[in-house]
């Protein structure tokens, strides 16, 4: 397995104008609580557009797995688990000939 240091910025973004990293912070726990926040948060983006638009809800769920197997590699501690909604957001089955 590769070593990897991940570490969570804090970035300054003022409106106009150009971003700066105000920390660093390394601590694992950390890293994967910021980790399992990303993907509730793009589950919860998914399942808004699902309401609206449910080819684009489709595409934002996707996204929600492809972001849980990219931290997953990251952050192998990360419990897909421990962010529920990921439960209702069912991976469609292949389609057949695709």
């Known amino acids: ?5 991940l570490a969570v910025l804090l970035v300054y973004a003022p409106q106009g104008g ?5 920390a660093r912070v390394s601590r694992r726990n950390v890293v994967v609580q910021v980790a399992e926040a990303a993907i ?4 919860v983006r998914a399942e808004l557009f699902r309401e609206t638009d449910e080819v684009l809800g ?3 769920r996707e996204e929600v797995f492809r972001l849980e197997r990219v ?9 897909i ?3 529920p909604r990921s439960r209702h957001l069912k991976h ?4 057949e000939g695709g």
């Open 71 to 79: 931290l997953k590699m990251f952050v192998p501690e990360l419990s």
């Open 18 to 22: 150009k971003p700066v990293t105000v």
């Open 1 to 5: 397995m590769i070593e990897t240091s």
């Open 58 to 60: 489709g595409v934002e």
């Open 40 to 43: 509730a948060e793009a589950q």
């Open 81 to 83: 688990d421990a962010t």
């Open 92 to 95: 469609p089955e292949p389609s």
